[in-house]
């Protein structure tokens, strides 16, 4: 059984999200402590879910609440119940399937004043507690996204289961260019990026102190980030063609798509002015037309409006809508739209037009 805690100094960034999860997939983890996360407890949930939703989870929000404790584990691998918790520790046990080794499992997470810790110390000292299995290693991790440490401890062995833009096409050349240099291989730049990050750390704990090898840390996280982030953004948008070109071909993904989009777009049941439930479409709608009759009120008479009101005011316009559009306008509209929108046929993002405008607007 495969044990692991991180120190993760905060989980509310995608990217360190991401690492997490990748750490107890690549290690095979079982159970999984994950402290200091500074995620709020409404969106523990969503996180959970969006990240995590493999592993199921506990933590110890309804002792702190600020998320200082989570712990995740393998359903397939491992029984978790938790026994015990508080704002510095959670304690659980532990059964682990293959080998029906049963063990009991503390994280502690301590605050850092002595006088805060005496809760902590009479807690501790009420658990019970068996003798770690002579069996048992543990591994220090390089610290990764984190400036702690990762923690590995093996119980026991695990058994493993067997054409638009035609303006542009004199600079095309170029942007390919440009795009092979900074776009392409992502996955093997990233996992290049890590490798150089992580022989870095290594050569940091025989010399913590070496001010070089900071400074070298330092700049191969940021490399390593900003790869990372592109590679987050490019499976994002390729996850978004996927889903227009499945739905564009008329396939059950498509109808699939459509009935997710309907149910989330439907109302079915509404409340309405007197407190009474509606159901149903004919209720729902008839709720809605008196709410919104009730608002607006009765039909009443208009005054006549001038008859020369529009045209007044569409021919003081004229002069206005014949200017010839500015690089300035361009560089505004472009710039007000996101980075993550997914690229059009000829495969450049937006975020590619944003990083080379330099280029272009010459």
């Known amino acids: 059984m495969i044990i692991s805690s991180w120190n993760v100094r905060g989980m509310n960034d995608p990217l360190r999200q991401q690492e997490v999860l990748e750490f107890l997939k690549r290690n095979k ?11 709020k407890s409404y969106l523990a949930q969503v996180i959970y879910k969006r990240q995590f939703s493999s592993y199921s989870l506990a933590t110890n929000y309804n002792s702190h609440p ?4 989570w712990l995740l584990w393998n359903p397939a691998t491992v029984q978790v119940r938790v026994l015990d918790s508080g704002a510095q520790f959670l304690h659980c046990s532990l059964l682990h399937f293959s080998s029906q080794k049963h063990i009991l499992l ?12 005496i809760e902590l110390w009479n807690a ?17 991790l390089p610290s990764g996204v984190s400036d702690h440490s990762s923690i590995l401890l093996t119980v026991v062995a695990t058994h493993t289961i067997h054409k638009p833009f035609r303006y542009l096409n004199s600079l095309r050349p170029m942007l390919k260019q440009l795009h092979s240099q900074d776009y392409t291989n992502l996955t093997s730049r990233v996992a290049a990026a890590k490798l150089k990050l992580q022989d870095c750390q ?18 191969l996280l940021h490399q ?7 590679e987050m953004r490019m499976l994002s948008q390729k996850a978004k063609i996927h889903h227009l ?3 564009d071909m008329n396939t059950r993904f498509f109808y699939a798509s459509i009935a997710v989009r309907k149910a989330k777009n439907t109302i079915g049941i509404i409340t309405d002015a007197q407190g009474q439930l ?7 709608t008839q709720a809605f037309l008196n709410y919104y009759q009730n608002l607006l009120g009765t039909a009443e008479p208009n005054a006549a409006l001038p008859a020369n009101l529009f045209q007044e005011n569409v021919l003081c316009q004229v002069p206005h809508l014949n200017n010839m559009v500015t690089t300035s306008e361009i560089e505004t509209a472009l710039f007000s739209i996101d980075r993550n929108k997914s690229p059009g046929v000829d495969g450049f993002s937006s975020r590619f037009f944003k990083d080379t405008w330099a280029t272009l607007r010459a």
């Not at 600020?66 to 404790?69: A, M, P, V, Y």
């Not at 390593?224 to 592109?230: T, W």
């Open 66 to 69: 600020g998320g200082r404790i």
């Open 278 to 284: 509606c159901q149903g479409h004919q209720q729902v």
């Open 124 to 140: 501790l000292k009420s658990l019970s507690h068996g003798p770690v299995d002579p069996g048992s290693s543990v591994a220090f």
């Open 106 to 117: 503390t994280v502690v997470y301590a605050f850092n004043r002595a006088q805060e810790r």
């Open 224 to 230: 390593y980030r900003l790869v990372k982030e592109d």
């Open 29 to 39: 983890v079982d159970c999984g402590a994950v402290i200091e996360t500074h995620i």
């Open 202 to 219: 290594l050569l940091l704990q025989d010399s913590p102190l070496n001010h070089v090898l900071l400074l070298q840390e330092k700049h």
């Open 245 to 247: 070109k499945l739905s």
